[in-house]
Structures are given as structure tokens and as C-alpha cells.
């Protein structure tokens, strides 16, 4: 129970933070290039996928050792 405990923490920690920081950085290129939201969307977007992938990883690692 535990383990499964630490899994979800991790994985809602990453897709957080992968989220918030390709946000950030869409926001920081939308302040130096006088875009409006063009940018936060893509990193928005770029965070979110990263952030599932390394989800995807870190599941299909956790699954591997019981088998």
C-alpha cells in the first residue's frame, strides 16, 4: 500500500511541477517577445506531455518489478 502510495505522490508531483515550470518559462518567452498567450499554451502543452511520459516511465518501471 504504501509503495502505490509513493507512486501516485510522485507522479502527481512531477506532472505538477513539468507542468508549471513549461507554463513559466511560455510566460517568460510571452513577456520577452510581446506575444500574449501563444507561448504559455505551448509550454503548457510541452510541460503536460513531458510530464506524462515520465508518468508513463515511472509506472511501467514500478510494474516491471513484480513481474
Given at each position: 500500500?504504501?509503495?502505490?502510495?509513493?507512486?501516485?505522490?510522485?507522479?502527481?508531483?512531477?506532472?505538477?511541477?513539468?507542468?508549471?515550470?513549461?507554463a513559466?518559462?511560455?510566460?517568460?518567452?510571452?513577456?520577452?517577445?510581446?506575444?500574449?498567450?501563444?507561448?504559455?499554451?505551448?509550454?503548457?502543452?510541452?510541460?503536460?506531455?513531458?510530464?506524462?511520459?515520465?508518468?508513463?516511465?515511472?509506472?511501467?518501471?514500478?510494474?516491471?518489478?513484480?513481474?
Amino acid at each position: 500500500m504504501g509503495a502505490y502510495l509513493a507512486l501516485f505522490s510522485e507522479i502527481g508531483f512531477v506532472l505538477l511541477v513539468t507542468t508549471l515550470a513549461g507554463a513559466l518559462a511560455g510566460h517568460w518567452i510571452d513577456d520577452q517577445l510581446g506575444t500574449n498567450p501563444i507561448f504559455v499554451l505551448v509550454g503548457f502543452l510541452a510541460g503536460a506531455g513531458s510530464g506524462g511520459l515520465y508518468a508513463y516511465r515511472m509506472i511501467a518501471r514500478f510494474l516491471a518489478r513484480f513481474d
